[in-house]
């Protein structure tokens, strides 16, 4: 199946820094993007939906200024997390959708977030 | 998306088949029904899909109820390594999947 990476798998920042997560699709072509949330022992929560080449689309309740999506190619995404808090330490996945094949999504690995 | 109602967890022994069932009655005729897993601290992995017949692949089996308004995914013989947690998900016309709680299955010696 076709390959979705996200880079770092995991980070430790310092509360009121900025952290970037990228989100690539290796092998196929993707114009959009899915940014999820995971809290432990907690399911999967959408936060927004990447589309490449406009802006995000947010799911209510996240707030768009403090978490910045980037589309800016059909093969990559970015998250970032601005002026992050302990409140922020998650697991955050994206997942891309395959242009090329109906209704095929698939995830990447996650990243770690850890805000001291 | 169908709201899905799925146990919250199971267990299996190894070797054994293991039946997730999902519970699906407010699918519409254009939603497919499809199964995901997430190994611990990991992104989820897709299984299988299916819209009206059966499916089977190399990792698993999608039995579909005749009315549609349930499934059950099938690993034919669990191994240790299918421990994790199982999400049954209608999708149709909005294409992003949406989770609930799924079912965490341990798989046991």
């Known amino acids: 199946g076709a390959v979705v990476s996200q880079h770092p798998s995991r980070v430790i920042c310092k509360s ?8 690539r699709s290796l092998d196929f072509q993707a114009t959009t993007m899915f940014w999820y949330r995971q809290f432990p022992k907690q399911s999967l929560m959408l936060m927004a939906t990447s589309n490449e080449g406009s802006k995000a689309t947010y799911e209510q309740g996240v707030e768009k200024d403090k978490f910045l999506i980037n589309h800016a190619s ?10 992050a808090h302990p409140e922020d330490s998650s697991f955050y ?24 | ?17 293991a039946n997730l069932p999902c519970n699906h009655s407010t699918i519409s005729g254009n939603e497919y029904v499809y199964w995901y897993r997430q190994i611990h601290s990991q992104g989820p992995q897709y299984i299988i899909h299916g819209l009206k017949n059966n499916e089977t692949n190399e990792m698993a089996s999608l039995i579909i109820t005749e009315d549609r308004k349930s499934s059950t995914l099938i690993l034919p013989h669990a191994t240790l390594r299918d421990t994790a947690v199982y ?18 299955l341990i798989v046991h010696p």
């Open chain 1, 74 to 83: 059909l093969t990559l995404s970015t998250l970032t997390v601005t002026s």
């Open chain 2, 1 to 17: 998306d169908a709201k899905t109602t799925q146990p919250p967890s199971m267990d299996c022994a190894e070797g054994r088949a």
């Open chain 1, 16 to 23: 009121g820094t900025s952290v970037k997560i990228e989100c």
């Open chain 2, 87 to 104: 999400y049954c998900i209608g999708k149709g016309g909005s294409y992003i999947p949406t989770f609930g709680r799924g079912t965490s």
């Open chain 1, 93 to 116: 996945i994206c997942s891309a959708r395959n242009f090329g094949s109906y209704n095929e999504q698939f995830f990447g690995p996650g990243t770690r977030l850890t805000v001291l």
